[in-house]
């Protein structure tokens, strides 16, 4: 391999600069080359009723394409899934490393989760919802059989990002997988080819390693993830909220009848009410769309609006089912998520 740079031949760097040209072409060969598998129960297609089809309102699947991207990856890393294992250690009675061909081997589950990235403040894109498919990680761990004492999963991306999960949360018959395709496509590699993890329920910093090679069983007194010492929570549990996506805050619109839409989340236990205020008027319930599951994010959409001209504050509130709504006491995004009424202001002229 000749390191030839911009006609320049890099002294020193010349197996580098061949090895990360040759590294990419084989890394979308190789996705390309990908059979999946189908799931043993595949899920059926999704209702017409999860989507009301708005313009301007997210759609219930959000296209790969469209999905947002966090990662500390300044390179997006380029996993090799012929030579890629993950390895499971640390406190099981029987260490595991899986190959790929071992996991597509595995019984493979469908599941739709919205994954949620901490970061995002009340309002914000990061958040997106896809079908996955994988093997169930409780699986792979019962395999391994994990030690009493035991509560935290380490895992580590190819390129060194770790991650802490409670155990307690892998094992409680949700749908936490090994996934190795995001609606209906081979894992795009800037969503963690060849294999990544999924729970619902928990912000990506501390379930969501993509591009995982490592699992360590240990325990949250004696690791930490990578966000932990940089002032986040070492525990995520997506806190329920809600958002405005049309009309658009900072907006002017024509008067007259007006739609308001938006998505709302709480995963894991399902969002059961969205109410809208108009410049601080009494809440209106939203009607909602269907959902597969509580572990998805849901349309909401609010018809009749008489948009006068003038300005206007529109504020959304979401109710769990737990019994949980959302109050206006505004959280930031450090260290647990933020939190608060998604409040927009729009010009009717
Ligand atoms: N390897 C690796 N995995 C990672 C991260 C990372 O920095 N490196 N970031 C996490 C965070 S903070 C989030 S919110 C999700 C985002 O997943 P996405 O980029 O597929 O949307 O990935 C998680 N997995
Ligand atoms: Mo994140």
């Not at 991207?69 to 997006?76: G, Q």
């Not at 996934?179 to 993890?197: C, K, W």
């Not at 928990?202 to 490592?214: E, M």
Request: hydrophobic share 40%.
């Amino acid at each position: 391999m000749t390191g030839v740079v911009a006609g320049v031949v890099v002294a020193g760097a010349t197996g580098l600069a061949g090895r990360g040209l040759a590294g990419r072409l084989d890394v979308d060969g190789a996705r390309a080359g990908v059979a999946l598998p189908k799931a043993v129960k595949p899920l059926p297609a999704l209702p017409k009723g999860v989507d009301f089809r708005l313009k301007d309102l997210s759609p219930f699947s959000t296209p790969n394409r469209d999905f947002y991207r966090v990662d500390t990856a300044l390179v997006i890393p380029q996993v090799d899934p012929k030579t890629w294992t993950l390895k499971i250690h640390g406190l099981v009675d029987r260490p595991v490393e899986l190959t790929f061909a071992d996991l597509l081997k595995r019984p493979l589950m469908e599941s739709d989760v919205t994954l949620a990235c901490v970061s995002n403040d009340v309002g914000g894109p990061y958040v997106g919802n896809a079908r996955w498919l994988g093997a169930r990680l409780a699986d792979v761990l019962r395999d391994a059989g994990i030690r009493s004492g035991a509560d935290m999963l380490l895992s580590t991306s190819s390129d060194g990002w770790t991650c802490g999960t409670p155990v307690d949360i892998v094992m409680d018959g949700r749908d936490a997988m090994l996934a190795i395709a995001m609606n209906g496509e081979v894992l795009p590699v800037s969503h963690g080819f060849p294999v990544r993890q999924v729970v619902p329920g928990l912000y990506g910093y501390v379930s969501a390693t993509k591009w995982i090679t490592d699992i360590k069983v240990t325990r949250f007194d004696q690791d930490e993830g990578y966000w932990t010492p940089r002032g986040w929570a070492a525990k995520g549990p997506i806190k329920t909220e809600s958002r405005i996506d049309l009309p658009r805050g900072g907006s002017t619109i024509a008067p007259g009848p007006t739609t308001v839409a938006g998505v709302a989340w709480a995963q894991h236990k399902g969002v059961d009410a969205v109410e809208v205020s108009i410049d601080q008027g009494p809440w209106q319930q939203a009607r909602l769309a269907e959902v597969p599951s509580p572990d998805t994010w849901r349309q909401w959409v609010l018809e009749g609006w008489n948009a006068t001209p003038g300005k206007h504050t529109i504020a959304v509130r979401a109710t769990d089912a737990t019994g949980y709504t959302q109050t206006d006491e505004y959280a930031p995004p450090a260290p647990d998520g933020a939190t608060g009424w998604h409040s927009i202001l729009v010009v009717v002229k």
